[in-house]
């Protein structure tokens, strides 16, 4: 089992910044990727970022390209999303998960973080 449980959600202008948290713990050797997903209100769960513990491969979502920027720390067993001039339409609960590659599909994550609220105003 490996626990995930994201922090750093809240509610901040459009234009802003906001760095979420994503500590994992429990039985994590098995865990290649970390990913990053969202969920709008009325909307699918939808990809963000990904990266790949070993080497530090990342994707993105053409839609957050050049803005969030995912990484990792190994000794913490935390990933981050530092995400940067924010838009009204990036609110949304954002959920961190992980798995055995890096990949864009919820179905390769086999453990999912409770969320983490992110609102963006305009």
């Known amino acids: 089992q490996v626990q995930l449980v994201e922090s750093g959600g809240g509610l901040v202008q459009s234009g802003g910044s906001l760095r979420l948290s994503c500590a994992a713990s429990g039985r994590t050797f098995n865990s290649r990727a970390m990913g990053w997903f969202r969920q709008a209100p009325g909307k699918e769960r939808e990809f963000v970022a990904a990266?790949?513990?070993?080497?530090?491969?990342?994707r993105y979502a053409d839609s957050v390209k050049g803005r969030f920027t995912i990484s990792g720390d190994d000794a913490k067993n935390t990933v981050y999303l530092q995400m940067n001039n924010l838009k009204p339409e990036d609110t949304a609960v954002y959920y961190c998960?992980?798995?055995?590659?890096?990949?864009?599909?919820?179905?390769?994550?086999?453990?999912w973080g409770q969320g983490t609220q992110v609102t963006v105003s305009s």
């Open positions: 998960a992980s798995g055995p590659y890096l990949a864009a599909s919820t179905e390769t994550y086999k453990y």
């Open positions: 990266i790949n513990w070993s080497g530090g491969s990342t």
